[in-house]
């Protein structure tokens, strides 16, 4: 076993791992942060989506022990402090873009990953930055669509795919 800590959320944590538990395991597993999911095991849907140094990471292919040291943020440190709904939460919402809300965790951290780097993405940028997360149920536009508005831009007709 290996001992880490790593600020998640804003918290330190700590914890014993195995050198194979992998990121996603010790918080889901280890922290009861379920708001990651697990929705493959190919490293393909982006359910597991978090930050990990302020960079979008799939957190099923990072190790747990290889964020030792590191500032973690998951779906639950996303919502504002008073705990209202952060900007993109709350377009996902308006713009209806969750179904089942599988996918949504790590659609949300995918989309705060891509306006802190882009901050005004144009519709084909957002779908590019999105290639990384499956979704079953919405056929995207509407997840498109509450990205942009997140953005501040006006939504307006988007393109079919
Ligand atoms: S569970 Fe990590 S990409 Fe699917
Ligand atoms: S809302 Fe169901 S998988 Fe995306």
Known sequence: MTSVTMTVNGKSVSGDVEGRTLLVQFLRDDLKLTGTHVGCDTSQCGACQVHVDGKAVKACTMLAAEA????????????????????????????HGLQCGFCTPGMVMTA?????????????EVRHYLEGNICRCTGYHNIVKAILAASGQEVTQIAAE
């Open 68 to 95: 030792d040291g590191a500032d973690v943020k998951t779906i639950e440190g996303m919502a504002n402090a008073d705990g209202s709904l952060s900007v993109i939460q709350q377009a996902f919402q308006d713009h």
């Open 112 to 124: 705060a990953a891509l306006l802190k780097e882009n901050p005004k993405p144009t519709e084909a």
